[in-house]
T-cell receptor, first 113, second 116 residues
Framework: DVKVTQSSRYLVKRTGEKVFLECVQD?????MFWYRQDPGLGLRLIYF???????EKGDIPEGYSVSREKKERFSLILESASTNQTSMYLC????????????FGPGTRLTVL | AQTVTQSQPEMSVQEAETVTLSCTYD???????LFWYKQPPSRQMILVIR??????QNATENRFSVNFQKAAKSFSLKISDSQLGDAAMYFC?????????????FGTGTLLAVQP
């Protein structure tokens, strides 16, 4: 079974803190993605990565950065957390190829106080 | 730019009945993929069904089937013999089949409740 894991299910941070969200997949997928999910807005793409050390901005990259030093790991970084970044964050991965299934992690619910 | 619209924020169905979730999309492309994903409460999102735009035949997966109307840009999901475990948020999604675009574009979701 494909497995996508995220470092935390729930996280509470203070405004201004630097926050790291980690995602690991075990199926040698080239492509990895970070989304945020908010009620009434669906899933919005923050950043994605085609391969190691490659990254591209998604639809809402402001306030976020990413790192992909190894193929299996894709990190989302909030340089200075703000209350409007309180959300559910979902990681996903898949093999390259437009029709391939995308597999999701369980999500991290981040609260910024 | 492509968009995906799910006009039903919430739906309800009786156990063993049939329900249809609506999805429309907007694109100028002719080749693409459409997906329905299911997100149960507090559980991981999983793929329910996938449709290739070049295929005229509607995809089916056990109790799940789609009605794909390419000209109308409509992609509805039908769940037959609904079960309590079908209760979840359902997302419709689009992905281009050409170019460098690699992104899934999601609708806003439909929350399905199943009544016993």
């Amino acid at each position: 079974d494909v497995k996508v894991t995220q470092s935390s299910r729930y996280l509470v941070k203070r405004t201004g803190e630097k926050v790291f969200l980690e995602c690991v997949q075990d199926m040698d997928h080239e492509n990895m993605f970070w989304y945020r999910q908010d009620p009434g807005l669906g899933l919005r793409l923050i950043y994605f990565s085609y391969d190691v050390k490659m990254k591209e901005k998604g639809d809402i990259p402001e306030g976020y950065s990413v790192s992909r030093e190894k193929k299996e790991r894709f990190s989302l970084i909030l340089e200075s957390a703000s209350t409007n970044q309180t959300s559910m964050y979902l990681c996903a991965s898949r093999h390259r190829g437009h029709g391939n299934e995308q597999f999701f992690g369980p999500g991290t619910r981040l609260t910024v106080l | 730019a492509q968009t995906v619209t799910q006009s039903q924020p919430e739906m309800s169905v009786q156990e063993a009945e049939t329900v249809t979730l609506s999805c429309t999309y907007d694109t100028s492309e002719s080749d693409y993929y459409l997906f329905w994903y299911k997100q149960p409460p507090s559980r991981q999102m999983i793929l329910v069904i996938r449709q290739e735009a070049y295929k005229q035949q509607n995809a089916t997966e056990n109790r799940f089937s789609v009605n794909f109307q390419k000209a109308a840009k409509s992609f509805s999901l039908k769940i037959s013999d609904s079960q309590l475990g079908d209760a979840a948020m359902y997302f419709c999604a689009y992905r281009s089949a050409s170019g460098a675009t690699n992104k899934l574009i999601f609708g806003t979701g439909t929350l399905l409740a199943v009544q016993p």
